[in-house]
């Protein structure tokens, strides 16, 4: 059932390509419920990132979801429930982003 530690049958094989390791952080950095995820297998790297935040846009509360990347977690991406909150806010920055230290 399970593949030995120095064999990798083929669906061992196939796991490695798709599975994935979640964790939760109950808060990080004033941050509620921040999910990681890593490879099945990763041994090195700090994973992806992702926390959904309700964010106020143009007068409007809207739930953003936020994606980071890295030691900190920093913010690359956020993303919006309908093309048209894409386009209204392809650049936005809000308060809870996580940003990348500059020299």
Do not use: C
């Not at 309700?54 to 429930?81: C, M, N, P, S, Y």
């Amino acid at each position: 059932m399970f593949d030995e530690p120095d064999t990798i049958s083929a669906t061992g094989e196939a796991r490695q390509k798709v599975w994935m390791a979640v964790s939760v952080s109950p808060s990080w950095q004033g941050i509620k419920d921040m999910v990681n995820i890593r490879g099945w297998y990763q041994s090195a790297g700090d994973g992806t990132f992702y926390y959904v935040n309700t964010q106020t846009v143009a007068g409007q509360k809207i739930e953003v979801l936020t994606q980071g990347a890295g030691a900190q977690a920093w913010t690359d991406t956020h993303w919006f429930r309908s093309l048209p909150l894409v386009k209204a806010n392809a650049s936005a920055h809000f308060d809870s982003d996580i940003d990348r230290p500059t020299d």
